[in-house]
């Protein structure tokens, strides 16, 4: 029996459901200011990387572009080879300050048959248009090929990093009564040399072939030994990484017995992996150089500490991965009579290399860009050489990308803050194709269950 049956009373509602209570107006007003909230810290985020990437390209973008200077040049044998017997070994005791008056020969005896004229800039002043990169480069040349000797060749060399900086809008007139190294007359004379066309700016494919340069010649500049040096050690982290860190996830996830050895490794992954950088840096500095002995600044050094960094990043990863799949997958394969071994490597590995193969390429694209580690084991030294061919070459001197990036913002002079941030470009445009590569692999291979 009700209470309604019983002679009790209904009341009617004192509000209708149709209409919002003072309670879901509160939670209605809660979540729209939570989702507002969420477009905020979302716009925020656009706008702060919007502007980092325009400061970095609109810096670094001229690093892509270099001045040249050509003009023709007669190989005088007076000059380079004075006993006119062609000996490479002869030829070689002459200096690069030889080549550089050549150079500033040539240069003034084109121009003087253009009619270029500068009042207030002398002989002198003409020749320090030129790169101090471009005599070393000539010499080479001529030492490669001693049948250059007495003959006249149409000369491409750098100008200097003035004159690169005034066709780029570094370097202007005001700023140019102020330094030392180039002045406003020669200014006017670049602008007469750019009119005639033997000053121009065109693509500079070196950027990404020469080795770094001194403090005298930063339009000579690149990223060559910076770039082998990136691609030696991530070879080698994956390679020591990958195989590694996937049989151990493997092993813990499906094979290991749970006992407190194993929760005390599954502990000391997870803190390995939150471990600042600098600290393996300065425990590849303790075991693999003073210890064990390895070269300074090396790239098999440099692969070993980041190999450390990187490898519980990508256990967990793994685990992460294997540990999606579902238990079905496992119950079935074992229900039919499958082994653990083929279930695992039959059917669970499978399904989870997708989830592998991101969280590896993540893994190996994080451990492109650090710096600190590098920075202790000796990485940050001046190189311009290039290293050997492997596997000799993994034991030579050797720089990175971040490091590079590190060395060159840290100078003085505003052509290599330029170059940092053309370094940045290349950095970034290698970590988006690796994480382009982690989302065309994960959807290739994904599989749906």
């Known amino acids: 029996m009700t209470d309604l049956s019983a002679g009790g009373t209904f009341s009617a509602p004192k509000q209708s459901i149709l209409t919002a ?7 209605n007003a809660a979540e729209a200011r939570f989702r507002a909230y969420g477009l905020i810290a979302i716009a925020i985020s656009l706008v702060t990387l919007a502007v980092m990437l325009f ?8 690093s892509f572009h270099q001045a040249t200077l050509t003009f023709p040049m007669e190989l005088s044998a007076e000059t380079l080879d004075p006993k006119g017997n062609r000996d490479p070994a002869e030829m070689a005791k002459v200096t690069t300050v030889g080549y550089q008056k050549v150079l500033s020969r040539a240069l003034l005896a084109h121009l003087e048959g253009q009619g270029i004229t500068q009042e207030g800039v002398s002989d002198k002043e003409v020749g320090e248009l030129i790169s101090k990169d471009a005599a070393g480069q000539l010499r080479a040349q001529v030492l490669a090929d001693p ?25 202007t007139f005001e700023t140019a009564e102020r330094d030392n190294q180039i002045s406003p007359d020669q200014l006017r004379l670049v602008e007469q040399l750019q009119a005639a066309g033997i000053v121009t700016s065109s693509f500079n494919w070196t950027f990404f072939t020469n080795p770094d340069a001194s403090d005298q010649r930063p339009e000579a500049a690149g990223l060559g030994v910076a770039l082998l040096g990136s691609i030696y050690m991530m070879v080698m982290v994956a390679l020591m990484c990958v195989p590694v860190g996937v049989a151990a996830s493997i092993y813990l996830e499906e094979f290991a017995p749970k006992n407190r050895w194993t929760d005390a490794i599954e502990v000391n992954i997870s803190n390995l992996a939150a471990v600042p950088s600098i600290v393996f840096g300065i425990l590849g500095l303790a075991i693999f150089i003073n210890f064990a002995g390895l070269p300074q600044s090396s790239s098999v050094v440099g692969a070993l500490v980041i190999s450390l960094m990187t490898l519980p990043t990508i256990i967990i990863a793994t685990r992460a991965a294997i540990r999606a ?8 394969a074992l229900g039919v009579g ?8 039959h059917h669970v590995l499978p399904l989870a290399m997708p989830g592998i193969l991101t969280g590896t390429i993540l893994g190996l694209a994080s451990a492109l860009g650090e710096t600190a580690p590098l920075l202790l084991i000796g990485m940050v030294a001046f190189v311009d050489n290039y290293p050997s061919a492997p596997p000799e070459g993994v034991l030579d001197p050797a720089t ?21 941030n053309g370094a940045i470009i290349v950095l970034l445009v290698f970590l988006v194709v690796m994480n382009v590569a982690a989302i065309l692999l994960r959807r290739r291979f994904e599989r749906r269950w």
């Open 55 to 62: 400061t970095i390209l609109r810096d670094g973008v001229s």
């Open 325 to 332: 799949v579902p238990p079905s997958i496992r119950d079935a």
């Open 21 to 27: 209570s003072s309670d879901m107006k509160r939670r």
């Open 338 to 345: 499958a082994s653990k071994m083929q279930t695992v490597f």
């Open 147 to 171: 049948a250059l000797i007495g003959t006249t060749i149409d000369a491409t060399v750098l100008a200097a990093g003035r004159v690169d900086g005034f066709l780029k809008g570094r370097v």
């Open 400 to 420: 990175a990308l971040p490091v590079q990036v590190y060395s060159w913002a840290s100078r003085a002079d505003p052509a290599f803050i330029e170059r940092s």
